[in-house]
């Protein structure tokens, strides 16, 4: 079963109550038909790491017996519950893999190029090493021949000037709201509007509901955030707050892809267009692109 | 049992002694906080992560600790846990203790990494860049193995593969540094030797790598090993000892050879 399809179904059932454990976040993962099959040996050869680490964090040794009914063994089953773990497109780069910036690259998961709408297992960490190895030590060298003639930059210069007080207004921005939340709870809620608003099935609907509380946090975030500690020396809170902005910046920017494109495509499941079977329903007509959007200061323009 | 996974309502109250430090200059010193109704299903950083909440909502710095991934695979979380490196669970990281593996009423002292090549950034946060510079020393294989094919056209061992596989899952933590009584980073150095030793793409530069290795690591301040073992006892990946002895005889030989 493919696994967009198998996390869709487990979320659904959760979403609707019918998930297990304490927190009702949970489907089972029940191995007994295989372990009946080929012994524990075999299945613990393969999943014995899996297994401890599991034992270590629930506290249930998934390859114990926990029922025999009718001379069928029942083993205690695991409980599972989907999980992010890869970002679908990314940083815009021409074949070269060169940004918009000139001789700013970005490889690996956080660029858009080599996955189309959805990627294979084992792909994401191929990408990296693609791109790495196959790409970047072919391409990069046209971008440096021609600095070999450019002379060094000073920090004397004007636009250092001017970069350094962007990034001190920034932080004294930061430093000085001394509102009321930390950045994890501002960061959960994000995590949570785009769990279950822009998550594995989205709707007109959902997505426009995100894109409001989206712009709710955001405010939340610039007017109420609290950093304790100085500017001065380590400070986890001030480095987590930089990054849960670019978070927010990328939740909207993923919403507004979303809303925007009127079809179902490999990860991208938009309820009102599937096939009787569930299975996503692609608009080739319409929708035969890559979108690719442009910041503007927190409003994006969309260039196919 | 019954089928059920485990769902225990159960949660504790206890005392976390938890080290604070301001930086790697300063004098550090023991704080207390209670921690009450910690459900049991909790894992330790998320503990950290609830008292850090309510520092923050006091007004207080958050306690800096390193992590990242959870899930005992990148090595990032580094505290010392009731006199243990990733506390008292055998075989797994910090970030895969659990709170149930305390009890009510318990005091919980948390200590960062203690080791001279491992200086103190801030609080339990230690600066672990030494480890990098040992790998950075030799810690690859740096000429063309060839595509897939000639891969394939190498055979190796089962036996060998999964040997070159276990020590390959050393994380790079430090446990084995911060249980060590001379600060030794044996064990580490001997997994990152190891892994290459024993496959044959690692052959052609085991000699340079080892003694580069080496180097490197005396260079930077970390003890010698006197085979105590502590490392091995506390390694969250099972690190075994074995590898030590493989790194002595890969040195002698590649000193022989000089
Ligand atoms: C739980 C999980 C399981 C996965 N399983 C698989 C799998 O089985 N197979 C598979 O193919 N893929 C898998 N993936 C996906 C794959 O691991 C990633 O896509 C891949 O590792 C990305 O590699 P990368 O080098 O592009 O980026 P990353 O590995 O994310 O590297 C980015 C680096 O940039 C650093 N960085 C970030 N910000 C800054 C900054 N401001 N300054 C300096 N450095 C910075 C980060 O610290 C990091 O080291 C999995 C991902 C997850 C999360
Ligand atoms: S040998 Fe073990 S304890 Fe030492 S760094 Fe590797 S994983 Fe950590
Ligand atoms: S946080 Fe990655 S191993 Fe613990």
Known sequence: MPRDVASRAAKERCDKGFGVNNTGKAVFLDFSEAINRLGIDVIRQRYGNLFDMYEEITDVNPGELANEINGVKYYNPMMIYPAIHYTMGGIWVDYELQTSIKGLFAIGECNFSDHGANRLGASALMQGLADGYFVLPYTIQNYLSDQISVPRFSTESVEFDEAEKKVQANLDHLMGIQGKRSVDSIHKELGNVMWDYVGMARTKESLETALEKLKALRKEFETNLFIPGTQEGMNIELDKAFRLRDFITMGELIAYDALNRHESCGGHFREEHQTEEGEAKRDDENFFYVACWKYNGYKYKLQT | ?258
């Not at chain 2, 992560?49 to 979380?77: A, K, S, W, Y």
């Not at chain 2, 540094?177 to 580490?188: H, R, T």
């Open chain 2, 1 to 258: 049992m019954s089928l059920a996974g485990s769902t225990t309502d159960t949660s504790i109250s206890f005392k976390l002694k938890v080290w604070r430090q301001a930086n790697a200059h300063a004098e550090g010193r023991f704080e207390t906080y209670e921690m009450r109704d910690i459900p049991t299903d909790t894992s330790f950083l998320e503990m950290m992560d609830i008292l850090n909440e309510q520092l923050i909502e006091q007004g207080q710095e958050p306690v800096t600790f390193d992590h990242d991934c959870r899930e005992g695979i990148c090595g990032m979380c580094s505290l010392y846990v009731n006199g243990h490196p990733h506390g008292p669970a055998t075989g797994a990281t910090t970030c895969q203790l659990y709170m149930r593996r305390f009890k009510d009423g318990d005091t919980i002292t948390v200590e960062p990494w203690r080791s001279a090549a491992f200086p103190v950034i801030k609080d339990l946060m230690v600066n672990r860049n030494a480890f990098d510079q040992i790998q950075q020393a030799g810690g690859y294989v740096s000429f063309q193995t060839g595509g897939a094919q000639d891969a394939n056209a190498i055979p190796i061992s089962k036996e060998a593969a999964d040997e070159a596989m276990d020590s390959a899952t050393c994380i790079g933590c430090g446990a084995c540094v911060a249980a060590c009584k001379n600060g030794s980073a044996m064990l580490f150095l001997s997994a990152k030797v190891s892994q290459f030793a024993l496959l044959p793409q690692g052959r052609a530069e085991a000699k340079r790598r080892v003694k580069a290795m080496l180097a490197k690591m005396d260079e930077l301040g970390f003890g010698n090993c006197t085979n105590t073992g502590a490392c091995a006892a506390e390694c969250p990946k099972n690190i075994k000892l074995s590898n030590i002895a493989r790194l002595n005889r890969e040195f002698i030989c590649a000193k022989c050879a000089d």
